[in-house]
């Protein structure tokens, strides 16, 4: 069955170096999202990604973070300069379509700011 | 704004019996609700995906129910397992948005 990967699994790193955090969707899917969940709290949506650019964006994916989509498989997230409070469970998720179609999760990349 | 609220936050049962989860939504001009279940330092697995036209949908021992008018959804799980422990979450967009709203979850334990 087709899933959604993501790497690294848990990635440490020093307050202010940047991280990227990379994802391949399910193939055939055309919408790819970023959460997060920070432990203990709800599931956050951080931004969504349709034919090559942003399509919405949430409050907290601030100019620190930016997503790509540099070929036809990988969906990256990066952090530039990693805060404390970035320490959190990111989830990238895709979709076959945007108003109706399902949401398909990957395990998820613990990232650990020091 | 659509705020997502699931109730109980947890619930322990004994194995066999018959549950439900509970979810709310303030805002009713919905496309879909989503049920998923999260494992222990897991990602997410869909369960249930309910379009905004269909009341319900059934796989296996979930049934999940949506009324749309009064911002409700719930997970009826059958005949629970041990392995149904997890945290089952539900989640909505708000309209015209890809901005998927998660509630906190409900954290079950079924007892062998």
């Known amino acids: 069955e087709p899933e959604v990967t993501q790497t690294p699994s848990h990635q440490v790193t020093q307050m202010g170096q940047e991280v990227i955090l990379r994802c391949v969707p399910i193939?055939?899917?055309?919408?790819f999202y970023w959460y997060r969940q920070i432990l203990g709290q709800k599931v956050e949506f951080l931004v969504s990604?349709?034919?090559?650019?942003?399509?919405?964006k949430s409050e907290i994916f601030d100019d620190q973070f930016s997503v790509e989509r540099p070929d036809g498989s990988n969906f990256t997230l990066k952090i530039r300069s990693t805060k404390l409070e970035d320490s959190a469970m990111y989830f990238c998720?895709?979709?076959?379509?945007?108003?109706?179609?399902?949401?398909?999760f990957g395990e998820g990349s613990r990232l650990t700011v020091l | 704004k659509q705020e997502v609220t699931q109730i109980p936050a947890a619930l322990s049962v004994p194995e066999g019996e018959n549950l439900v989860l509970n979810c709310s939504f303030t805002?009713?001009?919905?496309?879909?609700l989503q049920w998923f279940r999260q494992d222990p330092g897991k990602g997410l697995t869909s369960l249930l995906l309910?379009?905004?036209?269909?009341r319900e949908q059934t796989s296996g021992r979930l049934n999940a129910s949506l009324d749309k008018s009064s911002g409700r959804s719930t997970l009826y799980i059958a005949a629970s397992q041990p392995g149904d422990s997890a945290t089952y979450l539900c989640?909505?967009?708000?309209?015209?948005?890809?901005?998927?709203?998660f509630g906190a979850g409900t954290r079950l334990t079924v007892k062998p």
């Open positions: 989640a909505a967009p708000r309209y015209n948005n890809n901005d998927m709203r």
């Open positions: 193939s055939n899917h055309l919408y």
């Open positions: 805002d009713s001009a919905i496309y879909n």
């Open positions: 309910i379009q905004s036209s269909q």
């Open positions: 990604f349709y034919n090559n650019e942003i399509s919405e």
């Open positions: 998720a895709s979709s076959p379509g945007a108003d109706t179609g399902e949401l398909f």
